[in-house]
């Protein structure tokens, strides 16, 4: 009987786990993405080789990335606001075919010898600009395919395709780039935007759950800034991510330091750090998928676990521990920035989408360069176990103002829902 009840509940669990794929748009979209984000980790590692390998220089391989990565700082929002204007799905074939393009054209040159640094740098310009459109369109997309009920599903099952392709794409550019070179690594990247594209183009429009339109205007980017800001859980949201992001998730900074001066490692123990990071991703994303809902006080309460493990890791004194602790690190690491995304497009009105998740992408990907500077300045002026506790401490920091922050907004009397447009209104023309 006991066994029984088990085999249900197990049974109940992985059906809630794999909701999403229920759906034959998310789905087609699902198989492609994962594939995408592989080949999109590929060039990534394939890139940083080729540029170190023309240079020698350390310094060359964070400009590139800089270039790579500061077109959504600076231009971002304005993504936002071509994503919320957009039939999203033509908008996302546009912006996957101009990355296969660029890959494509890049592989070609450096397979042939034309692999000047100026080349090299200019396409990770390119890349970068055709990333603030197609940064915030993909994250919004997801809210088109399923139902509500299913985004927080859903936003999970891509965290863990995300994490996926980061652990098999670098596996494979090594391989690749070790057999044919660097070249022939944008060459698979640029075939990997493929079953995306083809699968985009399979889709039922029909069934795509496409919000209002937004009708060009002028202060459109300001309206998303102020919708933010006059919004109590998006703006707590915000200041979560803000934190977390650029002082703890620079594992790419810190965690070279850690192995070499806390543990006398050196690359094998940065790469088996790496790997218990992701093993904890992957762990989270088990037992998190059959999650349905997601609040900001589970994101407050993720928040302080990151900040706990991070501390933890910060204080442990043998490299066994430091690795079970990594472990840790990557279940909150996943669990926070799921929960952040989730509760970003469940909070915010579908209308809003492209901005609000365009101010993530802002705050995610382009906070990458600050944060890895500044906390590598860190590690560098007091060492490896103080930047950890830089990470560590300042998540349970902000996790506690937060908290402060959603008792003073949800102990008011609810006000009335201002206009999503004040700027602007959108049309009520639905695309079917």
Known sequence: ??????????????????????????????????????????????????????????????????LQFGPILLLGIWGGVIADRVDRRIALLVTQAVQLVLALVLGTL?????????IVMAFSLLLGLATVVDQPVRQAFVAELVDRDSIANAQVLNSAAHNLGKVAGPVAAGGVIAWQGAGAAFLVNAASFLPLLVNLARMDGATLRRPPRLVRGRGQARAGLRYVRDHPDLRIAMVL?????????????VFPLVG??????????????????????MLAAVFTAARQTATVRGLIVAAAGFGLAGTA???????????AVTVVVGIANFSFNT??????QLVADQAMHGRVLAL?????LGS?????????????????????????????????????????????????????????????????
């Open 1 to 66: 009987m006991v066994d029984g009840r088990v085999r249900r509940r197990a049974r109940e669990a992985l059906r809630r786990s794999l909701q999403s794929l229920r759906v034959r748009n998310y789905r087609l979209f699902f198989g492609g993405h994962a594939i995408s984000v592989a080949g999109t980790w590929m060039q990534r590692v394939a890139q940083d080789w080729l540029v170190f390998e023309i240079t020698g220089s350390a310094v060359a391989i964070g400009a590139a990335m800089a």
């Open 110 to 118: 450096v397979v042939a010898g034309i692999d000047h640094l100026w």
């Open 241 to 253: 991510l803000l934190v977390v992001c650029v002082l703890g998730q620079n594992f790419r900074v």
């Open 260 to 281: 070499a001066e806390l543990f006398d490692g050196g690359a094998g123990t940065y790469g088996t750090l790496m790997a218990m990071l992701g093993l904890g991703a």
């Open 313 to 323: 890791l910060a204080i442990s004194p043998t490299l066994g521990l430091a690795l």
């Open 339 to 344: 929960l952040a995304r989730t509760v970003l």
């Open 360 to 364: 993530h992408g802002v705050v995610f």
């Open 368 to 432: 990458t360069p600050i944060g890895g500077l500044l906390l590598g300045w860190v590690c560098e002026r007091w060492g490896a176990r103080v930047g950890l506790l830089v990470g560590g401490l300042s998540a349970l920091a902000v996790a506690a103002v937060a908290e402060r922050m959603f008792r003073r907004a949800h102990s008011r009397p609810p006000m009335t829902p201002s206009t999503v447009e004040p700027a602007g209104k959108a049309s009520g023309d639905q695309d079917h």
